[in-house]
T-cell receptor
Framework: DAKTTQPNSMESNEEEPVHLPCNHSTISGTDYIHWYRQLPSQGPEYVIHGLTSNVNNRMASLAIAEDRKSSTLILHRATLRDAAVYYCILMEYGNKLVFGAGTILRVKS | DTGVSQNPRHKITKRGQNVTFRCDPISEHNRLYWYRQTLGQGPEFLTYFQNEAQLEKSRLLSDRFSAERPKGSFSTLEIQRTEQGDSAMYLC?????????????FGPGTRLLVL
């Protein structure tokens, strides 16, 4: 399974943008980049996904490097409700999600 | 759309007992997944179903574990002769089953503690 590398934890101030990095140097041409997050005591929740181009939705933006070996999840204005573990996942053909340890995001008021 | 539901939410059992968990996916979702999550780790894939067919099983799914989805709707995960190492959160997810790259919708999980 393709692997990703994320920082163990990050901290942000409320109402400020947050950039969560992910390295995936062994990504293959058909791997999609997915982001999920897990709030305390809940199951994971889909955030965003993309293949090559940058993507935006109501929750976040995904910036993908030109060589696709890294990506960044951008939360434009962090709120206390965004405090969670964020997982960067490469999805191969098929549907199995392979989670790493993720990044713990702490948001300070 | 009431989301994915899982029952029970919590289960405490003694080592050696059998336990069964139930997952009800989102209505008309054809794919159903089971994951296991231990403290401080990300979820680990266990198995998934396309309708009633079990299409993939992880090496983590030992012969003490069995999953079924008899009518392609709800699913059960049974653990026989539980061990303390089985203590974990068991997560269920579902997806429509129309395309390859699909969003998975997770339930709240069943937390198992084996004493």
């Amino acid at each position: 399974d393709a692997k990703t590398t994320q920082p163990n934890s990050m901290e942000s101030n409320e109402e400020e943008p947050v950039h969560l990095p992910c390295n995936h140097s062994t990504i293959s041409g058909t791997d999609y980049i997915h982001w999920y997050r897990q709030l305390p005591s809940q199951g994971p929740e889909y955030v965003i996904h993309g293949l090559t181009s940058n993507v935006n939705n109501r929750m976040a933006s995904l910036a993908i490097a030109e060589d696709r070996k890294s990506s960044t999840l951008i939360l434009h204005r962090a709120t206390l409700r965004d405090a969670a573990v964020y997982y960067c996942i490469l999805m191969e053909y098929g549907n199995k999600l392979v989670f790493g340890a993720g990044t713990i995001l702490r948001v300070k008021s | 759309d009431t989301g994915v539901s899982q029952n029970p939410r919590h289960k405490i059992t003694k080592r050696g007992q059998n336990v069964t968990f139930r997952c009800d996916p989102i209505s008309e979702h054809n794919r159903l997944y089971w994951y296991r999550q231990t403290l401080g780790q990300g979820p680990e894939f266990l198995t998934y179903f396309q309708n009633e067919a079990q299409l993939e099983k992880s090496r983590l799914l030992s012969d003490r574990f069995s999953a079924e989805r008899p009518k392609g709707s709800f699913s059960t995960l049974e653990i026989q002769r539980t061990e303390q190492g089985d203590s974990a959160m068991y997560l269920c997810a579902s997806s429509p089953g129309q395309i390859v790259q699909e969003t998975q919708y997770f339930g709240p999980g069943t937390r198992l503690l084996v004493l």
